[in-house]
């Protein structure tokens, strides 16, 4: 074997592991006396940290100098801007200013906008040529080290060469974040850019249409307000490219998204470079040629997508990435106190939250936040809290349930009540004709008993017949409630049919056709969105667009309490009245919810179907890559609503008692058996992450918080099954996440299991890994030294000794997998802590 050269790393660290000149120490070095002999090798590394620094950066501005694409043709120079053009300019800005306004369900962002930051993320190159552009990967990096900025940061220093990528999972505000961009936009916070297009990729890529580039970004784009010289306005973009922002909002809904990646056939090259205005494309040709900068050499690209699936396939055209941070604690504070405006019920809501931990941690999901909100404004505080996603979901079908019986009932009852008052005039009208007749027949001879007997009988039988009414008038209600939860039961699972549909697509678009009422249902409660597609030729200000200029101002002068009582009114409306218009589901986590009620209760779906559905199998297909989010959401609300109480699955399924439970029986024994039966050593890190949340699923199934004895069979299996050194390298950890490995590393100890956790790269924030490392079962963890750093320090400011000593003590690190420039950087800190024996110098 050849030996290693003078001066690398691996000859350094052979002579650090020498135990020569390392001291004894000593009792009174505090906490840090505990640090493992990790960082003896450090202390011996650090006179080589500086040079191996400029050798990291140096192959890796090398690496980028040979990644480095040939540059785009410049720009025109800026011209003048025509007073006609200014004046669309403004138009736009005041259009925009109104129309990103709403952010669904009667919100605005001037009332119900958080915030949020937005986070780098990085991309590291990997494979066996480490030069090549094409191979590269997302890094999770450490909480501390990520760079955070508001959205009004995300274009600093970029030359727009290639496209920026915002990343968020389903719900975290991606589309919110674009609105509010638009905003500022118009209140002229984002002055570099004079036009800015959002092409909405749901709407666009319905249609094989073809259309122009003029057309695509001054007619289809979301926001575009009326052109009255759209002439003028399009050599104006031509003519100053870099002045022009073009959003892709929800890249990854596109269909066949890795055709736009693919590099255009020179003769379409050639055609888009002619004239782009007068040729006619389709949208997926158009959006290819801008993507691949043929059109618009020099805009500026925005990307929004989930990081699976079409991030993937991006990776070797962006360079910069950024995903949302989603709610912080504080976030979700203001978030409330913006959704409830009452201090007391604020307080109370608040107070309510934080005893349920798990549903707390949720809240770092904006869309999940939001569902939370509904359920603890329209529950008593008596009423338990759900403690699982699932039962989240739940309860909030349940409150849409009850509040859509109650406002289509109220006119029913109200003619039921007509109809009943209607019944007893007639009844009380035939009673005193019988009783005046009578009076006239009989003599006048009768005795005065008889004449005062008469009345009191007559009342008596008046009573008896208005109560005989009044039950009949029950009964008859009562039918005809029942018979319309029947009816919503139906409708449901018409609903939970879609949801799987769209999700086996990956589409939250309905493209199967609906009947009106099952149309009307989901607008009225708030599964269904009515979204505008676009694809109207280009008018001048004065004219109507077929009334989409009137559907535009009307969400803009949408007032916060109308829209809660209306909006799905004007949804039906303009649903019925205009064909260019599309159905969404309009949150991804009911969607997703719905399809786990037709996965897991329905009788079309055999057992054999259902355990081909389920993530991941064992032996090799244990490794497959990893499935869509809304697939694991799917599954895992499946095998949640199996554990689920059946009395409360009720309005869920219109199947025979018996059927319906020997059905739940069957399928949560073939869960039970699947789950016990793999091979927890051959699952991926991911894979045992989605384990842990099936089985948290299964667990806690009751308002109280006790337990089904399944999940805690299931529970305690996985606890006792994991293997020793668990690893989530690499895996992303939100906090939901922590909470869940916490419960279950937790179980693991009552029977007697102890762990080597890994956690670096994983974005798990400072919070969450003390939440870990804290446990009394953790032997050793690795992490991001940044943020174990940044733990010390809090706990040492704290005051909590103990838990430092620990998170101290505990650490393991390995110098020689240091990647990144930035692991040299907090290798050089730990060893100054080393060294001092104290995180600081002071």
């Known amino acids: 074997m050849s030996s290693s050269p003078s001066g690398s790393l691996s000859e350094t660290a052979n002579k650090a592991m020498s135990p020569t000149g390392t001291s004894p120490l000593s009792p009174s070095d505090g906490p840090y006396q505990y640090l493992s002999h990790s960082f003896l090798l450090v202390h011996k590394l650090s006179c080589r940290v500086n040079c191996h620094v400029t050798y990291i950066m140096t192959c890796y501005i090398s690496e980028l100098s040979l990644c480095k694409e040939p540059q785009l043709p410049q720009s025109p120079a800026v011209l003048d801007i025509p007073q006609v053009v200014k004046d669309y300019i403004r138009e736009a800005r005041t259009h925009m200013s109104q129309t990103c306004q709403d ?101 666009l890529t319905l249609t094989e249409s073809t259309y122009s580039l003029q057309t695509l970004l001054l007619n289809l784009s979301s926001f575009a307000p009326s052109c009255t010289d759209p002439d003028a306005v399009y050599a104006q973009i031509l003519a100053a490219p870099k002045r022009v922002l073009i959003i892709f909002d929800g890249f990854d809904g596109l269909r066949d998204y890795e055709i736009l990646l693919q590099t255009q056939e020179k003769d379409l090259i050639t055609s888009f470079q002619k004239d782009s205005k007068a040729q006619n494309y389709t949208v997926k040709r158009l959006y290819s040629a801008i993507l691949q900068k043929v059109l618009l050499p020099g805009c ?155 009345p009191q009988s007559t009342r008596r039988a008046k009573w008896q017949k208005k109560e005989e009414i009044e039950v009949d008038g029950e009964e008859m209600e009562s039918v005809e409630r029942e018979a319309d939860r029947t009816e919503q039961t139906e409708l449901l699972i018409q609903l939970s049919s879609l949801a799987w549909d769209g999700v086996k697509a990956s589409s939250s678009i309905l493209t199967t056709v609906v009947s009106a009422k099952l149309k009307a249902f989901g607008l009225r409660t708030g599964f269904f969105l009515s979204h505008p597609l676009k694809t109207k030729p280009v008018v001048s200000s004065g004219e109507e667009e077929g009334g989409e200029r009137e559907d535009k101002e009307e969400i803009g002068e949408q007032k916060k309490k109308e829209g809660r009582g209306k909006r799905w009114r004007t949804d039906i409306e303009n649903a019925d009245s205009s064909d260019d218009r599309i159905m969404l589901w309009a949150n991804p986590f009911l969607q997703s919810y719905l399809a786990g009620v037709h996965l897991a209760l329905s009788r079309t779906v055999s057992e054999r179907s259902f355990l081909q559905t389920l993530l991941f199998q064992s032996g090799q297909k244990g490794r497959r890559r990893p499935q869509r989010e809304e697939l694991e959401l799917t599954q895992r609300f499946a095998i949640g609503l199996l554990f689920h109480t059946r009395t409360e699955l009720q309005g869920l399924h219109l199947y025979p008692e018996t ?184």
Request: net charge positive; proline share 3%; aromatic share 6%.
């Open 300 to 454: 500026t690209l925005l990307l929004s997508t989930r990081p699976r699936g079409a991030a993937s396939q991006l990776l070797r055209r962006v360079d910069s990435f950024l995903e949302v941070c989603g709610f912080t604690p504080t976030d979700v504070e203001t978030y409330m106190s913006q959704y409830f405006t009452d201090p007391a019920l604020r307080s109370s809501a608040l107070d309510r939250l934080k005893s349920c931990s798990y549903l707390h941690l949720l809240c770092w999901n904006p869309s999940l936040c939001r569902l939370v909100c509904l359920v603890l404004e329209q529950t008593k505080s008596l009423v338990a809290l759900p403690r699982t996603l699932t039962g989240l979901c739940h309860q909030v079908l349940r409150l849409k349930m009850e509040l859509d019986r109650n406002s289509t009932n109220s006119p029913a009852e109200a003619q039921a009540q007509i109809s009943l008052q209607s019944v007893e005039e007639t009844q009380t009208q035939i009673s005193s004709n019988t009783q005046r007749k009578r009076r006239y027949s009989k003599t006048q001879t009768k005795s005065r008993v008889q004449v005062r007997s008469r």
């Open 659 to 842: 059927a319906f439970r020997d059905m739940v029986r069957s399928k949560q024994a073939l869960v039970t058996k699947h789950l016990e039966g793999l091979s927890h050593g051959d699952l991926s890190s991911a894979q045992v992450l989605e384990a842990c949340h099936y089985v948290y699923e299964t667990s806690f199934i009751h308002g109280n918080g006790s337990r089904d004895s399944g999940g805690t069979r299931l529970l305690t299996h996985l606890a006792s099954n994991l293997p020793e050194v668990l690893t989530f390298h690499g895996v992303s950890l939100n906090p939901p996440d922590v909470f869940i490995v916490q419960n279950v590393l937790s179980r693991g100890g009552t029977e007697g299991r102890s762990f080597c956790l890994d956690v670096e790269d994983s974005g798990i924030n400072v919070s969450g890994l003390q939440a870990l490392v804290g446990l009394s079962n953790i032997n050793t963890y690795r992490a991001c030294i940044a943020d174990v750093i940044t733990l010390w320090e809090q706990l040492e400011q704290s005051g909590e000794e103990g838990l430092l000593q620990g998170a101290v003590s505990k650490l393991k690190i390995d110098p020689l997998k240091a990647t990144q420039v930035c692991h040299i950087e907090h290798l050089a800190k730990l060893v100054n802590i080393h060294t001092h024996r104290r995180l600081s110098d002071r």
């Open 103 to 203: 952010i669904g369900e009667g919100h605005s962002l001037t009332s119900h906008y958080v915030d949020m930051q937005v986070s780098q993320r990085e991309i590291h190159r990997s494979g066996k040529n480490t030069n090549k552009c094409a191979d590269k990967e997302l890094v999770f990096i450490g909480n501390t080290n990520r760079q955070k900025g508001s959205l009004g940061q995300i274009f600093e220093g970029s030359k727009g060469d290639k496209p920026i990528l915002l990343l968020g999972n389903a719900g975290m505000g991606k589309t919110t974040l674009i609105r509010k961009l638009c905003f500022d936009w118009s209140r002229d916070s984002i002055p570099q850019f004079d036009f800015v297009f959002v092409l909405d990729s749901k709407a």
